[in-house]
């Protein structure tokens, strides 16, 4: 017994980094700090006055103000001092911002390294999973990557409500030990390999919230909410399943990167939704971006929509092509949906 207890007192503390501290990078900051045993956490955010305050008063200079981390949290003054040793790091930054944290993380990567994403999106331009971009930047270094992802937001996990995740990497080896260091008492992990699925399911709920919350702003039932919200989702599990690989469990409802994560986000009080909304109430694109910006809100499935016609034709799902025609191209109007609706929905 006594030899044992000192092997525990002599194992080594991973050092896990979360790069970017908005939203949901200060909720894992938190969550971690809650578990802390056999973890030296470090966090870091290109915002050196937010970095400054979160240094001195351990609490957020904008967000969640009422919950502070502890003393034994670093703040890293540097890219170089986040990495310096880091194992697990895990990015919660928005969706483009991708290349450009990836090329500043670079040169200070740990052969085998962990990187795990937080962002559900997909790339803009080219309609690239994130996980290709990153690849594509990282030539030559050997690193795993991994997508966290589920129907869980900032204020859930700092309040310790019980909640799911999945995290989805292609090396089964590596999914083991994250699901140690995320699960929690309140936080249950669900590992995949399906890492496509995932991905492309984490970037697509985004689209469908955004759409309920069209539908909701335009003043239709909640009955007729939730029949556009399911014939969407077959739309997008149809392009997933068939065209990239996804697994079907991926798209259950048991699945907390659909499932869970859609019920969430269509029905909770998101800013994708909230995004819809605005736009269902007639407020243009632009002003309604500029609106949830005001907020510190980051609306990853803008980015999604836009890059639809680079994933798949979009002739054959009607409400995928009405969102990139309406917010992408700004070539239809609004009341074209109902039109979708009433006659032309299969």
């Given at each position: ?5 000192v092997m525990?007192?002599?194992t ?6 979360i ?6 990078g200060?909720?894992?900051?938190k969550?971690f700090?809650k ?6 956490i470090?966090?870091?955010d ?7 305050y979160?240094k ?12 502070k981390v ?7 003054e540097?890219?170089?001092e986040?990495?310096n ?6 990015l919660?930054?928005p969706?483009?911002?991708t ?5 500043k993380?670079?040169?200070y ?6 990187i795990v994403n ?11 999973r ?6 594509d930047?990282?030539?030559?270094i050997h690193?795993y ?10 204020s859930d996990?700092?309040?310790?409500e ?8 292609e ?5 083991p ?11 249950r992990?669900?590992p ?36 556009i ?5 077959d739309e ?6 068939t065209?990239f ?14 499932g869970?994560?859609l ?8 800013r994708n939704?909230?995004?819809g ?5 007639g407020?243009?694109v632009?002003?309604?971006?500029f ?6 809100k980051?609306i ?24 990139h025609l ?12 109902k ?8």
């Amino acid at each position: 017994m006594k030899y044992s207890s000192v092997m525990k007192k002599d194992t080594p503390k991973l050092k896990l980094a979360i790069y970017g501290l908005g939203n949901f990078g200060y909720a894992f900051l938190k969550h971690f700090d809650k578990k802390k045993k056999n973890l030296v956490i470090y966090g870091y955010d290109q915002n050196k006055k937010l970095l400054l305050y979160l240094k001195n008063n351990r609490r957020h200079l904008f967000l969640h103000q009422e919950y502070k981390v502890s003393k034994g949290i670093v703040f890293a003054e540097s890219v170089q001092e986040l990495l310096n040793e880091c194992k697990i790091l895990v990015l919660a930054i928005p969706s483009s911002a991708t290349r450009e944290v990836t090329g500043k993380i670079k040169p200070y990567l740990l052969p085998g390294i962990i990187i795990v994403n937080t962002a559900k999106a997909l790339d803009y331009k080219t309609g690239k999973r994130l996980s290709r971009i990153i690849k594509d930047e990282l030539k030559k270094i050997h690193y795993y990557y991994a997508q966290f992802a589920g129907g869980t937001i900032a204020s859930d996990l700092f309040k310790h409500e019980p909640l799911g995740a999945t995290i989805a990497c292609e090396n089964k080896k590596i999914l083991p030990k994250l699901t140690s260091v995320f699960q929690s008492s309140n936080l249950r992990i669900y590992p995949t390999t399906d890492l496509a699925g995932v991905e492309y399911a984490s970037s697509f709920k985004n689209i469908v919230s955004v759409l309920a919350g069209i539908i909701n702003g335009m003043g239709f039932s909640y009955g007729s909410e939730t029949h556009i919200i399911s014939r969407i989702a077959d739309e997008i599990e149809g392009i997933v399943t068939t065209n990239f690989g996804g697994k079907k469990d991926t798209f259950s409802m048991k699945s907390q990167a659909w499932g869970n994560d859609l019920w969430m986000s269509c029905t909770g009080s998101t800013r994708n939704k909230e995004f819809g909304i605005l736009l269902g109430r007639g407020v243009p694109v632009e002003k309604a971006l500029f609106l949830m910006k005001k907020q510190n809100k980051t609306i990853e499935g803008v980015n999604t929509i836009f890059s639809l016609n680079k994933i798949v034709s979009l002739k054959n799902y009607p409400l995928l092509r009405f969102l990139h025609l309406f917010i992408a191209r700004r070539k239809i109007k609004l009341n074209m949906i109902k039109k979708i609706i009433f006659n032309n929905i299969k």
